[in-house]
């Protein structure tokens, strides 16, 4: 597919302002280590800003006070929105199954599919399941019975959606993600462990994205809940009566235990763990590996084992680096006052 594309129509595009030439055509994105004279490039900070000088690309994107660069430069706001543009421009769709139901597809008769569905080979849809339109499922996928999922969803190969799970519209499951699997309730009696049962769902709002490996579990009673516009990553686990506000992050390898409560933009960095029945507020970050081990304030940064403010953890951090100095002043000190009173020992016994 031809993308070749003159910088003025980028600029456009990217919404900023052109410096330079603007009739000088461009095929493809680039950083600036790797970009060729056809390729767009981009800065966002003043690292990178310095390497212009050895870069090859054609143009670069950059901010409004950029300083003079030796190719043309789409001057913009947001870098990093008006690089997102361009390389969508660029980008290439991922391949995806032809309207209609395989012949090796296993379809209910009882399951309604809506206009412009797309079954990939053995998929299985279960009893009373309706799919609605431009939906596509990819190979391998299994839905049960009573599953509701919604306009212009795309489910990757071997994604798992178990009985009476609620997908909105326009939601993203990558590869072998679990939606719907019984969450890990157990009591230990008479000296073995005793699966509680889980009768509960799973209810995923509209524009979620549900990253490869990922589990999202079914809630013991009621709904385990993602909320609009929330992105998950690959391999996270997301327990039974989870509830998630809009707009959170969840990046790779999380864990986020029973009946947590995450508010509105929640971030939770890479490995991070939220013990059960916490409560994040609206807007707090943990970073990554963090232990969230009590309930977070509503804009809140914490860090480390035990999830404490971050500004704090960095203010020990920093007396930390001055403790050999500070040490050796104590000693310094300690000397002196053992010169002062051996001194005035000496006086007294005159």
């Known amino acids: 597919m031809n993308h070749k594309t ?115 080979p053995h998929v299985v849809v279960g009893p009373r399941t309706r799919i609605d339109a431009g939906t596509a499922l990819y190979a391998g996928v299994y839905v049960g019975a009573d599953v509701s999922i919604g306009q212009r969803c795309k489910l990757w190969p071997h994604v798992f959606v178990a009985d009476g799970c609620k997908i909105g519209n326009r939601v993203l499951i990558w590869p072998n993600a679990v939606v719907g699997r019984p969450g890990f309730g157990f009591l230990f009696r008479d000296g073995k462990h005793q699966r509680i049962p889980q009768m509960g769902t799973v209810a995923v709002e509209d524009d979620v994205e549900i990253g490869a490996g990922t589990c999202i579990d079914r809630a013991k009673c009621g709904v385990t809940r993602i909320g609009a516009g929330t992105k998950i990553d690959n391999q996270v686990q997301v327990a039974h009566n989870v509830t998630t506000g809009p707009g959170c992050i969840l990046i790779s390898q999380v864990g986020v235990a029973g009946s947590v409560r995450l508010g509105t933009g929640v971030i939770l960095g890479g490995q991070v763990g939220v013990m059960d029945n916490v409560t994040v507020g609206d807007g707090a970050r943990a970073t990554a590996q963090t232990g969230v081990a009590r309930s977070i304030p509503p804009h809140t940064t914490v860090e480390g084992r035990w999830g404490r403010d971050r500004m704090r953890v960095l203010r020990e951090e920093a007396a930390m680096r001055r403790l050999p100095e500070l040490l050796e002043r104590i000693k310094e000190l300690s000397r002196r006052v053992q010169a002062l009173e051996t001194a005035a020992d000496d006086r007294k016994a005159r």
Do not use: K, Q
């Open 6 to 120: 003159t910088i003025e129509t980028l600029a456009r595009l990217a919404g900023g302002t052109l410096r330079g030439a603007g009739d000088v055509v461009i095929s493809g994105v680039a950083t600036v280590t790797d970009a060729s004279p056809h390729d767009v490039t981009w800065v966002a900070d003043e690292s990178y800003v310095r390497r212009l000088g050895e870069c090859r690309a054609g143009a670069v994107v950059g901010p409004l006070d950029l300083p003079a660069t030796p190719m043309p430069a789409i001057l913009t706001r947001d870098v990093e929105s008006s690089i997102a543009a361009i390389l969508g421009h660029f980008s290439v769709p991922f391949w995806r199954p032809a309207p209609g139901v395989d012949e090796s597809a296993v379809i209910d008769p009882t399951a309604e599919l809506g206009e412009g569905v797309a079954i990939g």
